[in-house]
């Protein structure tokens, strides 16, 4: 398979939760495959911006590789990060309003989940090709605040270190009603949250020439 791109994810475990994402967004990031969703009026289309993404919490945004870099050299600088990191360790999920989308994030902040994504975006950067005017002058458009732009220019994501926030996007922008009205019915669909939530394994996963993405491998967090 040829992919465009590469990111590390957290991607749920076989379980409800996985069931629950793929089925939702209509896409099996994990399988590589459509998924067939629930018949709920509107929810092909209050998705469609995430599905291509699938169900996943991001670590390292997307990036194009870099010039000599392969995917094998990736896998491998992957399985090393991997290994010299635990499982990060957070408070429950929960449903929450992120600006103008829905997406489950971490009931309490959590240092765990910012330094393993914090190493990701790091340890890795060097598997990142330089961004394009355009990839820059498309992130500019959301005016972003200085230490933004910073980590624009440094680490090719304006989202990242400080300015992080861990969360698994459910829905696209929605208007306030709309977040509403599908706060509701997510409400309704959602598996039981555990007590705590645990991320045990780095996904690297690739973006398709169909413009979908894949997993590709997980990595056990064994630090």
């Known amino acids: 398979m ?66 000599g870099q392969s995917l094998s050299s990736l896998k491998d600088a ?54 394009s005017d355009a990839e820059l002058a498309r992130r500019r458009a959301a005016d972003l605040a200085p230490h933004q732009e910073a980590h624009l220019i440094q680490w090719g994501y304006p989202y990242v270190l400080d300015a992080f926030r861990f969360h698994l996007t459910l829905t696209g922008e929605l208007s306030p009603k709309e977040l509403s009205h599908w706060e509701t019915v997510l409400t309704t669909h959602l598996p039981p949250l555990a007590d705590l939530f645990v991320v045990r394994e780095l996904a690297l996963v690739g973006e ?8 590709i491998h997980r990595y056990a967090l064994t630090g």
């Not at 590469?6 to 998924?35: H, K, N, Q, R, S």
């Not at 398709?208 to 997993?215: K, V």
Request: proline share 9%; charged share 20%; aromatic share 10%.
């Open 2 to 67: 040829s992919y465009t791109r590469f990111a590390i994810y957290y991607v749920p475990p076989d379980g409800a939760m996985a069931d629950f994402g793929a089925a939702w967004l209509g896409w099996d990031i994990a399988g590589g495959e459509a998924a067939a969703q629930p018949n709920i009026a509107g929810l092909g289309d209050v998705t469609m911006t995430p599905r291509k993404y699938g169900f996943h919490g991001t670590l390292k945004p997307p990036f194009r590789l870099a010039e």
């Open 78 to 131: 992957v399985a090393t990060l991997a290994a010299g990191h635990a499982p990060a360790v957070s408070g429950p999920l929960k449903l929450s309003g992120l600006g103008r989308f829905l997406a489950l994030i971490p009931s309490r902040p959590t240092d765990d989940l910012a330094k393993l994504a914090a190493a990701c975006v790091m340890d890795l950067d060097r598997f990142r090709a330089p961004m």
């Open 208 to 215: 398709r020439t169909d413009g979908l993405f894949e997993m």
